[in-house]
């Protein structure tokens, strides 16, 4: 199931309102914003970047059955998604308001499938079976429930492995964990579960993940013969007991030091990227995920680091069928970033307008024979030159 586009309107029509778009056609909006295998969302700040990415995982909390739709900070709103399911096109639109459903809609390949009508009743066309939901819930997850057919499954398993990981934050650099038990369930659609994602990790994958994660760090810049979990120093002299009773934390042994270096001596470019490799890793070992979220990749890397992080994803993501959105608006990405992978937000007013190569590929392939670099293409605003 992978993510092909989206339309989403927020508050209509009210002053707080805002939606996102794709690139208005022949003066039309309203069109379909669409997405690649591999994703640079690029703006200036305010244009809505971050909330994309938010929109995207709150749909997948709610078609996970993570989230109900009174624990949204938006409760009024209106999605139309498409998605590739194999060969087979699938549209899924839902409109809510006040946390009441008011519309949910299920089309494959053009076909109404699944119909939830002004009254609350839904109905699949294959089926004489009618379902009365209540209000707040989705008849995508009540059917899946009560049928478990294919299509609803895979719309659940979509938004149950959908990650988001805010590289900017501290990524989970001051959370530390207990030990667990074996196969206890923990929540990797955050960005602060390395530890837990780590432990889990070594437990499946054993030393070949622990290697792994080295040669990572290793073209990252940061040369490490060593990566484990232990307490902290700081709480070393405390212990009484067995270590297991106490909060665990990552430390990393790097070639030139001494020492055990634990996740609060770390940089916070050098947490933020062991976090980051850690919890991928673990996800694409693991076949979770079908779609990575990461928000402002890079930050607080220098160049050299975060070429060389962009390197990563995009190789492993071309290794996997995982489908990657990153935000920046940090210029030694956007410099590394191939512009077919970029998608530029223009604000107008209450729109967030999407420009990328799927609908502007004049305009982009000109532009690469003119010979400046990316971030001229953001920075001269040369994306909005008329096809």
Same mark, same amino acid.
């Not at 530890?195 to 054993?206: D, S, T, V, W």
């Not at 622990?210 to 990572?216: L, M, Q, S, Y």
């Not at 709480?235 to 270590?243: A, D, G, Q, R, T």
């Not at 979220?293 to 890079?298: A, K, Q």
């Given at each position: 199931?992978?993510?092909?586009?989206?339309?989403?309107?927020?508050?209509?029509?009210?002053?707080?309102?805002?939606?996102?778009?794709?690139? /208005?056609?022949?003066?039309?909006?309203?069109?379909?914003?669409?997405?690649?295998?591999?994703?640079?969302?690029?703006?200036?700040?305010?244009?809505?970047?971050?909330?994309?990415?938010?929109?995207?995982?709150?749909?997948?909390?709610?078609?996970?059955?993570?989230?109900?739709?009174?624990?949204?900070?938006?409760?009024?709103?209106?999605?139309?998604?498409?998605?590739?399911?194999?060969?087979?096109?699938?549209?899924?639109?839902?409109?809510?308001?006040?946390?009441?459903?008011?519309?949910? *809609?299920?089309?494959?390949?053009?076909?109404?499938?699944?119909?939830?009508?002004?009254?609350?009743?839904?109905?699949?066309?294959?089926?004489?079976?009618?379902? *009365? /939901?209540?209000?707040?819930?989705?008849?995508?997850?009540?059917?899946?429930?009560?049928?478990?057919?294919?299509?609803?499954?895979?719309?659940?398993?979509?938004?149950?492995?959908?990650?988001?990981?805010?590289?900017?934050?501290?990524?989970?650099?001051?959370?530390?964990?207990?030990?667990?038990?074996? @196969?206890?369930?923990?929540?990797?659609?955050?960005?602060?579960?390395?530890?837990?994602?780590?432990?889990?990790?070594?437990?499946?994958?054993?030393?070949?993940?622990?290697?792994?994660?080295?040669?990572?760090?290793?073209?990252?810049?940061?040369?490490?013969?060593?990566?484990?979990?232990?307490?902290?120093?700081?709480?070393?002299?405390?212990?009484?007991?067995?270590?297991?009773?106490?909060?665990?934390?990552?430390?990393?042994?790097?070639?030139?030091?001494?020492?055990?270096?634990?996740?609060?001596?770390?940089?916070?470019?050098?947490?933020?990227?062991?976090?980051?490799?850690?919890?991928? @890793?673990?996800?694409?070992?693991?076949?979770?995920?079908?779609?990575?979220?990461?928000?402002?990749?890079?930050?607080?890397?220098?160049?050299?680091?975060?070429?060389?992080?962009?390197?990563?994803?995009?190789?492993?993501?071309?290794?996997?069928?995982?489908?990657?959105?990153?935000?920046?608006?940090?210029?030694?990405?956007?410099? *590394?970033?191939?512009?077919?992978?970029?998608?530029?937000?223009?604000?107008?007013?209450?729109?967030?307008?999407?420009?990328?190569?799927?609908?502007?590929?004049?305009?982009?392939?000109?532009?690469?024979?003119?010979?400046?670099? @990316?971030?001229?293409?953001?920075?001269?605003?040369?994306?909005?030159?008329?096809?």
């Amino acid at each position: 199931m992978k993510l092909e586009s989206i339309k989403y309107y927020r508050s209509e029509g009210k002053k707080g309102g805002w939606c996102i778009e794709g690139k /208005p056609e022949n003066g039309q909006y309203e069109q379909w914003c669409t997405f690649g295998d591999i994703n640079l969302i690029v703006g200036q700040n305010a244009t809505g970047k971050t909330n994309t990415l938010k929109v995207i995982r709150d749909i997948a909390d709610l078609l996970a059955g993570d989230d109900e739709l009174s624990e949204l900070v938006y409760d009024t709103a209106r999605y139309e998604m498409e998605f590739l399911y194999h060969d087979q096109k699938i549209i899924y639109a839902l409109k809510f308001k006040k946390a009441k459903v008011l519309e949910e *809609k299920l089309f494959v390949d053009g076909k109404l499938f699944l119909n939830r009508d002004n009254n609350g009743v839904g109905k699949l066309s294959d089926s004489n079976i009618e379902f *009365k /939901p209540t209000e707040n819930k989705l008849l995508a997850l009540i059917i899946r429930d009560a049928l478990q057919p294919p299509l609803f499954e895979e719309l659940h398993k979509w938004g149950k492995s959908l990650t988001l990981y805010h590289f900017g934050d501290r990524m989970g650099k001051e959370t530390m964990a207990r030990l667990r038990a074996p @196969n206890e369930e923990f929540d990797l659609k955050g960005s602060s579960h390395a530890i837990a994602a780590f432990e889990e990790a070594k437990r499946q994958f054993g030393e070949d993940f622990i290697d792994t994660i080295k040669a990572d760090m290793g073209k990252m810049g940061y040369s490490v013969e060593n990566i484990g979990t232990a307490p902290l120093k700081i709480m070393k002299n405390h212990l009484n007991s067995s270590v297991g009773e106490y909060p665990i934390a990552l430390f990393v042994k790097e070639t030139d030091i001494n020492d055990i270096t634990d996740q609060l001596e770390m940089s916070q470019g050098m947490f933020r990227t062991l976090s980051l490799i850690i919890q991928l @890793n673990y996800s694409l070992l693991a076949k979770r995920p079908n779609c990575v979220l990461i928000d402002d990749i890079g930050e607080g890397l220098d160049y050299r680091r975060a070429k060389s992080l962009i390197d990563l994803i995009i190789n492993k993501a071309k290794e996997s069928s995982v489908q990657i959105l990153m935000t920046t608006n940090d210029r030694f990405v956007m410099n *590394k970033m191939p512009l077919e992978y970029w998608s530029l937000i223009k604000r107008e007013g209450q729109k967030s307008l999407f420009y990328n190569y799927r609908n502007s590929e004049k305009v982009f392939d000109e532009f690469e024979l003119i010979g400046l670099s @990316n971030f001229d293409f953001f920075s001269s605003n040369y994306f909005l030159k008329p096809d």
